[in-house]
């Protein structure tokens, strides 16, 4: 995401001990940064939070996609 949510990415880093922050980085005319959460971060700490949250009922793209990464990767 564009720069301007590096707040965002920093709470998202203090609430989920173990993600990662990565960037700036600079693409064309873009600046950005990358925020992440892999094994057993993913599936200790963040599944649990998007579980509980009605992601459906905010974007149902985003929820049949997660849907889909949870089936595909047997979590």
Known sequence: MHVRHEALFRLLVGL???SKLYGPYHHDKRTY???MARGAVLREQLIPILDRVFIESIDSYAHGRYLEMKRKYNL
């Open 33 to 35: 940064y990358q925020w």
């Open 16 to 18: 989920i001990p173990g």
